[in-house]
């Protein structure tokens, strides 16, 4: 459901586990004031500090769905949201499982090496 098909925006893995979109995205982290400011901007949207807090405390990836489920939210949603984290590059594609059809793709969160990102979550949840 909450997953994109072959050729509609979702880039695929590569062999280091991350996709090519996150190789670029480290440099957009960090990218000086004006990225770190589209981080926090983009964070001040509840639901995308939750799919990015449920992905920074899982021991493994999630699909678009398994985040859906989880937050209660609609699929649609949610591949929205990821859309824009992964831009950001605050959560990255590590997995496609091409078994079926749509594709269903798997994150994770990148905000560790991002202490900006972690000290503006953890404001937020102590306010």
Request: proline share 5%; glycine share 12%.
């Amino acid at each position: 459901m909450g997953s994109t098909a072959r050729g509609k925006g979702e880039d695929q893995p590569d062999k280091a586990g991350g996709s090519a979109e996150g190789k670029s995205s480290a440099k957009r982290i960090g990218g000086g004031a004006g990225q770190e400011s589209g981080v926090i901007s983009a964070l001040r949207h509840q639901r995308r500090r939750e799919i990015l807090r449920l992905l920074h405390a899982s021991e493994a990836p999630l699909s678009t769905d398994e985040i859906a489920v989880r937050l209660r939210r609609p699929p649609a949603s949610t591949v929205h949201h990821m859309q824009v984290l992964r831009q950001l590059g605050v959560v990255a594609l590590v997995a496609a499982d091409g078994a079926g059809d749509p594709i269903e793709t798997f994150y994770v969160s990148r905000v560790k090496d991002q202490p900006a990102v972690t000290a503006f979550l953890d404001q937020l949840d102590n306010d």
